[in-house]
């Protein structure tokens, strides 16, 4: 199993997300979690280019302080949604084939449900828990809205298996019992 936290950046990584502050507790958790039990963590951060604002070396691209890498944990870099568009991480990934995927991060609509589609693409078996992803409020839905409808509604028995953070934490804790 591997964690994958995508998109935790500075730049969005405030308070108008959907419940902010059960996202960064639920993902410390995780983290803490998989760290203390041997997962390994690895971090996807979303590049828009140079003078976006956006970019590697800009403040708002960095990871946010509270959910940053530990070590060597891994970062790659992606220019489109899906985590998956960076070779470095595809080709990483490649030599875990057959590894369950825990999901977390940024922004549910966007990144999170384009990687979650593109793992379940490649084989991969993908584990969402609640409460560890999150997105802005947009013209059509709250991110309240937004949230559930895609963890109730698209993803299970589908595309992942959403599960409670209870649940999760024990699949960190015994990998071997998922």
């Known amino acids: 199993m591997k964690l994958i936290v995508i998109d935790m ?24 979690t998989a760290r203390g039990n041997g997962i390994e963590v690895l971090y996807v951060q979303h590049d828009n280019g140079p003078g976006s604002g956006f970019t590697r070396g800009d403040e708002a691209f960095e990871i946010a302080d509270e959910v940053a890498p530990r070590g060597s944990e891994k970062i790659f ?14 080709a990483y990934l490649e ?19 384009a990687t979650v589609k593109s793992a379940f693409e490649r084989g991969y078996r993908v584990i969402l828990p609640e409460g560890t992803n999150s997105t802005f409020d947009n013209p ?5 809205k937004t949230c559930e409808y895609y963890f109730k509604m698209i993803w299970p028995d589908r595309f992942a298996k ?17």
């Open 9 to 32: 950046q500075k730049a969005i990584m405030v308070e108008e997300l959907y419940n902010y502050r059960g996202l960064v507790d639920n993902v410390v958790k995780l983290l803490e």
């Open 77 to 90: 870099y992606k220019k489109i949604n899906s985590a998956f568009g960076d070779r470095d991480f595809t």
């Open 95 to 113: 030599a875990a084939k057959g590894d369950t995927l825990m999901i977390v991060g940024l922004q549910t609509n966007y990144c999170i449900d």
């Open 140 to 144: 059509f839905m709250t991110g309240e």
């Open 162 to 178: 959403c599960v409670s953070m209870d649940e999760a934490l024990e699949m960190l804790k015994n990998p071997s019992q998922e």
